[in-house]
């Protein structure tokens, strides 16, 4: 099995988002494997149009008929895109107070643009092998939350986790709600669900609403998979051999007893093992078992710094001016190689419209997105930039560099005139900052290396004491900067 990320949740100008879908899909090509561009198509239970909800009902039933007016054109759009090197998968969105919202997935390129009052009015008319997933799960009931009494795992094997408007996991975790639909109800977060029973994996994905699928810091959907293609995908995703994160590519694997994330078994005694290769240091690896902890590895253990192996270098751009700022980069490494590259990448951040503000409905996100493993030891990036909203609001993009090496190998970097070089033994000491100009300039931050031993982890526990009929585990994995994993269930049955 591979691990293959996406995002299977974002909005561009297809409705009332921003940003050409021309772009979007340039933008998804340029960091992630697979990925779906949902349209937002119906709410059936809308409130009545009054003054004071005249612009939000106007700025919806805009984008609902501009959508199915356009549906063929950007169905073969989506299609295309999925004939040049990235998975797509059709797919459109159902605002529903009552049941809360979910978006319609398919691998079915001539999927109808089909109407329902509810999920399962959905799935039934479309006629196709498609799932619907739940979205922004943590809103109040009847206000566009997840309904968890009409809650069906058969069409929906996952549910998003954490997108743009924060994490649904429980009332504990970072990243609450501050979107103007109002804060997360613990009655409606993913803990509730595994307590009632419910069975289902968990994804993460944007929510972007100016076409940049894959926006970091936004969520993604992590699957594992036999092999990139639509087939294993879409079978993967629908099996629950899924899990969340919110920013950082943390690679997990977690299984009981042979049997991995998503799945169920049967027995009394179960062997909980996990591997985790995290891209900043370790916070933490939690295993919970009905959502109680029961294992925490904590990364502030002591782990010698090995002479030799792998190291991961992040490189952090942006900070100044709202303004685009080009970054042109290139990295050599001498007496090692590159052994992997994963870039995380923003553009300008929109979520809904609003009546406070105005954006390039096309050109919003026409940016540069472009890495290069040129050979072994030398990589090239280019990628635009925007200052950061607000000093708790980041804007930045980086790159995090995977090295084989020792303590002396050398590493230089050339970023736009600037250029730095140094031993991994310095960088593991120290990183580096410099800005470009002399006052509120835009900088880059090379950070300080990391050796495997603080990213690298794996692990393993007995727990031989059955507590309800069928018990319910799963991981949470977070690093220094405050990115998680939130690994999807095991569920096991207890032998009678």
Known sequence: MNIYWGDLHNHCGITYG????????????????FCAFTGHAMWPDMYEKRPETEFVVDFHEVGFKKLNDHWPEIREKVKKAGQEGLVT?????????????????????????VYGRSPEDLIKACGKDAIVIPHHIGYPAGYRGINWDAFDSSISPVVEVYSKHGCGMCEEADYPYYHNMGPRDGRNLIYEGLKRGKQFSFVASTDHHAGFPGSYGDGMAAVWAEEKSRENIWKAIKAGRTYAVTGDRIRCSFDINGVPMGAKTYGNRRKIHWSVETEYALDKIVIYKNQVPI??????????????????????????????????????????????LNPYFRGRSVLAPSQDESYDADSINDIATYTSVIDEDRAEWTCDTVGNKSTLHPSTSSLVFEIQGDLNTIVYFKINHKEYKASIKDLLEYGYVTEMEY????????????????????????????QLSQDVYHME???KNRQWAYVSPVYVKNNE
Not at 315 to 338: C, D, P, S
Not at 442 to 461: N, S, W
Request: aromatic content about 12%; overall charge negative.
């Open 477 to 479: 994995v977070c690093q």
């Open 295 to 340: 294992y925490v590895e904590n990364g502030e253990t002591y782990r010698e710094v090995p002479d030799k192996g792998r190291y991961k270098l992040r490189v952090e751009m942006g900070w100044g001016k709202q303004n685009l700022y080009r970054w042109n980069g290139r990295i050599q490494v001498t007496g090692g190689k590159i052994i992997a």
């Open 18 to 33: 921003f940003g050409s879908l021309e772009h979007a899909i340039e933008r998804a090509k340029s960091q992630l494997d």
């Open 439 to 466: 006052y509120h300039s835009q900088a880059f931050k090379i950070h300080p290396a990391l050796p495997c031993t603080r990213y690298q982890f794996e692990g393993e526990i007995v727990d031989n004491v059955p």
């Open 89 to 113: 998968f059709q797919g459109y969105e159902l605002h529903s107070s009552q049941y809360g919202d979910h978006h319609l997935l398919s691998p079915e390129d001539d999927l109808p643009l």
